[in-house]
C-alpha cells in the first residue's frame, strides 16, 4: 500500500468543505482530479472512506479512524514546508520587538514562548533596554513593537500595564531613624539613586527633585544593588523588591505624599496589519486589548 500525502490532504479538504466541488475550488483543481484522489485512496484500503449525507461528504467510521492517525502527520508536514519557504526567503520570519526593563520577564517569555509554539517558524529578535522611547527604536532600531512608558504619536499605541514604583532605604539607611513623617527637605540630604537612559540622543532620567543629589545608573538591576549596599534610597518597582520587602532588608520611606509612583507601560506598533498576523498574535500575547493590568 503507497498513499500519498495529497490525497489525505484531498480527503481531509472534502470533509471539512463538504463536498468534492468546493475542495476543488479551495485547493484550485479540477473536480476530477479531487474525485479521482479519492478513488485512488479508497482502492488501496478496498473500502469506502466517504458516504453522501445528502449533498455532503462525510467520512465513515474507517474513514475517521484513518484521517484521525494521518491528521498529526499533515499538520507536521505544513509546518515543515512553512518554515522551509521562511527559511529560504527570510521574508516575514523575524520581529523586532523592544521591550523596556520594567516590563516582567516572566510575562515577556510566556508570551514568546506561547508565539513559538503558534508559529514556529517566527523569529523574534529582542532588544531589552532601560527607557526606552518608542520614535526612536522604529527608527534607529527598526523596531515592529515597542513596550515603552514614552510612546510614540504617530503609532498605534495599548495601554498595557501599569508599574508600582515605591520609595525604600535599606533598613539600617538615616532616614528611617526618625519616628516623625519624612519632609522632602528630609530626602535632599541623602543621595537618591536614579535610573537613565544611555542610548539615544535625547537622555532620559526617572523623575527627581531638580534640586536632589543623586548617583545614576543606567540598569534596574543596579539600581536595586545600590539601594541595598545602604548607599542610596531611590524609587524602585515594587514587584521587583517585594521579597526584601518582606525580609524587611529594605523598608519603604514614610512619606505623606509621593511615596509611591506609577509608571505605565504602552504597546507602540509600528504597523500593523489589518488581518491577524503573527506581529498583532504577538501583541495580544504581551497583553493589548485585554485592558492595563496593574503591579
Not at 17 to 42: E, K, P, V, W
Request: charged letters at 25%; proline letters at 5%; aromatic letters at 6%.
Amino acid at each position: 500500500m503507497n498513499t500519498t500525502l495529497d490525497q489525505w490532504e484531498v480527503l481531509q479538504a472534502v470533509v471539512q468543505l463538504g463536498s468534492f466541488a468546493a475542495a476543488a475550488d479551495r485547493m484550485n483543481r479540477s473536480q476530477s482530479t479531487i474525485s479521482y484522489a479519492i478513488s485512488r485512496l479508497q482502492d488501496q484500503f478496498e473500502t469506502p472512506l466517504l458516504k453522501m449525507k445528502g449533498r455532503r461528504a462525510q467520512l465513515t467510521e474507517t474513514g475517521k479512524a484513518l484521517l484521525t492517525e494521518v491528521e498529526p502527520l499533515l499538520t507536521g508536514f505544513r509546518t515543515l514546508e512553512e518554515r522551509a519557504s521562511s527559511l529560504g526567503s527570510r521574508a516575514g520570519t523575524e520581529i523586532r520587538l523592544s521591550i523596556d526593563s520594567l516590563f516582567p520577564e516572566e510575562r515577556l517569555f510566556a508570551a514568546l514562548g506561547e508565539l513559538a509554539r503558534v508559529h514556529p517558524h517566527v523569529y523574534p529578535k529582542l532588544r531589552h533596554g532601560t527607557l526606552l522611547a518608542a520614535a526612536e527604536e522604529f527608527s534607529a532600531y527598526r523596531a515592529d513593537l515597542c513596550v515603552t512608558a514614552f510612546p510614540a504619536r504617530d503609532h498605534l499605541t495599548q495601554s498595557l500595564l501599569d508599574i508600582r514604583m515605591c520609595g525604600v532605604a535599606r533598613a539600617d539607611h538615616p532616614l528611617h531613624g526618625g519616628s516623625e513623617p519624612l519632609a522632602q527637605a528630609d530626602l535632599r540630604h541623602h543621595l537618591a539613586v536614579v535610573i537613565e537612559a544611555t542610548s539615544g540622543p535625547n537622555p532620559r532620567q526617572q523623575p527627581h527633585n531638580p534640586s536632589q543629589r543623586f548617583v545614576t545608573v543606567n540598569t534596574i538591576e543596579a539600581a536595586i544593588e545600590a539601594v541595598r549596599s545602604g548607599l542610596c534610597f531611590g524609587w524602585l518597582p515594587e514587584y521587583r523588591i517585594e521579597p526584601l520587602l518582606v525580609s524587611g532588608e529594605l523598608q519603604r520611606l514614610r512619606l505623606p505624599a509621593g511615596a509611591e509612583r506609577q509608571v505605565r507601560l504602552f504597546l507602540a506598533s509600528k504597523e500593523m496589519g489589518s488581518t491577524r498576523d503573527e506581529r498583532s498574535d504577538l501583541a495580544s500575547l504581551l497583553g493589548a486589548n485585554r485592558g492595563v493590568d496593574s503591579l
